[in-house]
């Protein structure tokens, strides 16, 4: 089974870039879709971005898109969340997710990692 362990957040100010990753144990990465996801407080989960397979197929939420970037290495296992001209409403946990099915629902993603936290300043 595949365990997921997210890293790059931290505290940045308007404007700046963040790039987050999200490595994955096991063998089987690449038989997996990956997505994006966060959590602000006192809000639901929302959907980010999502990759396939492959990487050939990717998929924004309208909220980010132009500005994040989400890639993944299958030979490292690993998913990246790139994000330039972060705004403060950015400010979240952000969750990396691995599912069977390339989409923008949570409910399709049965592995999720931890969390990491991005806070972007005014």
């Known amino acids: 089974q595949v365990q997921l362990l997210e890293s790059g957040g931290g505290l940045v100010q308007a404007g700046d870039s963040l790039r987050l990753s999200c490595a994955a144990s096991?063998?089987?990465?690449?038989?997996?879709?990956m997505g994006w996801f966060r959590q602000a407080p006192g809000k639901e989960r929302e959907f980010v971005a999502t990759?396939?397979?492959?990487?050939?197929?990717?998929y924004y939420a309208d909220s980010v898109k132009g500005r994040f970037t989400i890639s993944r290495d299958n030979a490292k296992n690993t998913v990246y969340l790139q994000m330039n001209s972060l705004k403060p409403e950015d400010t979240a946990v952000y969750y990396c997710?691995?599912?069977?099915?390339?989409?923008?629902?949570?409910?399709?993603?049965?592995?999720w990692g931890q969390g990491t936290q991005v806070t972007v300043s005014s």
């Open positions: 997710a691995a599912g069977q099915r390339y989409s923008y629902r949570p409910d399709e993603y049965n592995l």
């Open positions: 990759i396939n397979l492959v990487g050939g197929a990717t």
């Open positions: 096991g063998r089987t990465f690449n038989t997996y879709a």
